[in-house]
C-alpha cells in the first residue's frame, strides 16, 4: 500500500524549526571547534587552504567560518602573511581551563622530579580524537636530551606507549569504536599496531605499565602509567619519553615501576580533594 502524501502545509511547526535550528547551530559550531584545533605548538599560522586540508572542511567555508573567527577574537589574521593563528579569545579558554584542571596542579611536581631524575620528557596527557594530547610537561633541568614537544602537542594513540595506556583503561566498548577510526587512520599499518595496543593492555593488567620502543618517532622510546581517579571521567596517563640510545629497556623497566607508584599517590591525592 503506498503511502499518501500529507495534506499538512509544508511548512515546519515552531518545535521542529527550533530542532532543525539547533541541528545547523551544532554543526557550525563543530566546524569551528575543527578549524581552532587545527592549530598545534608545531604549527602556529595557518592558512585557508592548511586549515581546510588538516579538518576536511571546504576552503570557502573555512574562509567564512574564519572570518566569524576573527570577529569574536579567537583567531587572529596576518594580511603580511596571509595566515591566521589562535586569537586572544582561544587562548583565554585554554588558560582558563588550565588554571581550573586540579590534575594538572596535583601531577605537576610530580613530572617534574621525573624529568630531573631520569633526565627525561615527562607528560600528563589526555586523549583528543585519535591522538594522546599533552595537558602538562615538565623537561629536565638536567639535560637538553628530551622531546620538543609542549603543552598541546598530540602524538598518535596508536604505536606509542601513552597512547597505549589511555587506551588500556577506555571502556571495551568504546575502545572497540575506536578501533575503527584507528583502522581508518592508519589503514594496512593497523594490522601491525593493533597487535602492540593488545600488549600493551597485557603489560598494564600485569605490572601497571607499558612501554613502546621506536614508536611516534623511530628514535623515540616511551613508558606510561594510566591514570582514572575517582571522580575524575576522563582517562589519563602519565608517561616518560626520550631517545631510545638515552632510553634503554631496562630504565624504561625502572621508571615503569616508580610512574605506577606515583600513579596511585597522584590518585589517592585526586581522590581527596574530589571528596572535600
Not at 148 to 172: D, Y
Not at 184 to 191: F, I, M
Not at 230 to 247: D, M, T
Not at 261 to 267: R, S
Amino acid at each position: 500500500m503506498t503511502e499518501q502524501p500529507s495534506n499538512t502545509s509544508p511548512q515546519t511547526t515552531g518545535e521542529q524549526a527550533q530542532v532543525s535550528t539547533d541541528r545547523a547551530f551544532v554543526v557550525a559550531l563543530g566546524k569551528g571547534l575543527r578549524i581552532l584545533e587545527a592549530f598545534t605548538p608545531e604549527s602556529i599560522w595557518l592558512g585557508n587552504a592548511e586549515i581546510a586540508e588538516r579538518t576536511g572542511i571546504p576552503k570557502p567555508t573555512v574562509s567564512r567560518f574564519s572570518k566569524a573567527l576573527i570577529a569574536s577574537g579567537h583567531l587572529y589574521y596576518s594580511p603580511d602573511r596571509r595566515q591566521y593563528r589562535l586569537g586572544v579569545g582561544a587562548l583565554t579558554l585554554g588558560y582558563a581551563g588550565r588554571a581550573g584542571n586540579s590534575v594538572t596542579d596535583v601531577v605537576r611536581g610530580y613530572l617534574q622530579r621525573l624529568a630531573d631524575d631520569f633526565n627525561v620528557h615527562a607528560a600528563l596527557v589526555g586523549r583528543d580524537k585519535t591522538n594522546a594530547i599533552h595537558l602538562e610537561v615538565c623537561h629536565s633541568t638536567n639535560t637538553l636530551m628530551t622531546l620538543q614537544l609542549e603543552i598541546g602537542s598530540r602524538i598518535p594513540l596508536a604505536g606509542t606507549a601513552s597512547g597505549h595506556a589511555l587506551l588500556a583503561r577506555v571502556p571495551e566498548q568504546e575502545r572497540k569504536f575506536l578501533y575503527g577510526y584507528l583502522a581508518r587512520r592508519h589503514g594496512k599499518l593497523w594490522d601491525k599496531l593493533e597487535p602492540l595496543v593488545a600488549k600493551s593492555i597485557d603489560e598494564i593488567a600485569k605490572s601497571g605499565f607499558t612501554s613502546s620502543t621506536h614508536g611516534w618517532q623511530s628514535d623515540i622510546n616511551g613508558v606510561s602509567v594510566p591514570i582514572v581517579a575517582e571522580g575524575e571521567s576522563p582517562v589519563l596517563a602519565i608517561c616518560c619519553g626520550g631517545p631510545s640510545r638515552h632510553l634503554t629497556p631496562k630504565k624504561m623497566a625502572i621508571i615503569g615501576e616508580r610512574l605506577v607508584k606515583d600513579a596511585a599517590k597522584i590518585m589517592e591525592a585526586l581522590s581527596k580533594r574530589t571528596s572535600d
